[in-house]
């Protein structure tokens, strides 16, 4: 059954704490993302890889970090930098097509709540 | 200014009625045009998918895309209570430094009542 899985589907943390969120892939896929999702303001990118060993920040990684150590796995930390950490959190996988296109599919988040 | 212009609605129709979903872009490098659906609680998924301007059609759902004006549209025709979800539009540029970097609209919020 492929996919991509993200864990826990709800987590809750007290202020000042860091926070890893799992990403998950089994389709092979080569690049891996994270989007930050908040009523009214769309997905906002976080930080991307296109390779392992290798990752670039995206809009909104003030506050973030990440590593991509494997293929299949994308983590994502939410550190006590991160000014308003509550929010919906997607990972997403693409691998690029033949024809030099690549299509993204997501996971089915992780809503993050700090208290 | 956004890259990606939409409006967030919500918008509220009848089941059988068509559906005009639309976004504006300001990044003339766009080359590929993205429609995802989102159910509320669960990661989004894709609808249709076009390269540079023209129409895709897809069962009920046609995406047409003009890139002169830089509007991006989404109709669905005969909707259905199934179709409520949140509609997100995408742009992405054709490779090199952009690859995989989709911009995203804010979504618009669709409610088909029976």
């Known amino acids: 059954d492929g996919g991509i899985t993200q864990s826990p589907k709800y987590l809750f943390r007290k202020e000042g704490q860091n926070v890893t969120l799992s990403c998950e892939q089994n389709?092979?896929?080569?690049?891996m993302y994270w989007y930050r999702q908040d009523p009214g303001q769309g997905l906002r990118l976080i930080y991307y890889?296109?390779?392992?060993?290798?990752?670039q920040k995206g809009d909104i990684a003030e506050g973030y970090s990440v590593s991509r150590e494997k293929k299949e796995s994308f983590p994502l930390t939410v550190t006590s930098a991160q000014k308003n950490p509550t929010a919906f959190y997607l990972c997403?996988?693409?691998?690029?097509?033949?024809?030099?296109?690549?299509?993204?599919?997501f996971g089915p988040g992780t809503r993050l709540t700090v208290l | 200014q956004k890259e990606v212009e939409q409006d967030p609605g919500p918008l509220s129709v009848p089941e059988g009625a068509i559906v005009s979903l639309n976004c504006t872009y300001s990044?003339?490098?766009?080359?590929?045009f993205m429609w995802y659906r989102q159910y509320s609680r669960k990661g989004p998924e894709l609808l249709m998918y076009?390269?540079?301007?023209g129409n895709k059609e897809d069962g009920r759902f046609t995406a047409q895309v003009d890139k002169s004006s830089k509007y991006i549209s989404l109709f669905i025709r005969d909707s259905q209570p199934s179709d409520s979800a949140t509609y997100l539009c995408?742009?992405?540029?054709?490779?090199?430094?952009?690859?995989?970097?989709?911009?995203f609209g804010q979504g618009t919020i669709l409610t088909v009542h029976p």
């Open positions: 990044n003339s490098a766009f080359q590929y």
């Open positions: 076009t390269y540079s301007s």
């Open positions: 389709l092979n896929h080569d690049a």
């Open positions: 995408a742009g992405k540029g054709a490779g090199g430094t952009s690859y995989g970097k989709l911009t």
């Open positions: 890889s296109q390779i392992v060993n290798d990752f």
């Open positions: 997403a996988s693409s691998i690029r097509s033949s024809r030099g296109t690549d299509t993204q599919y």
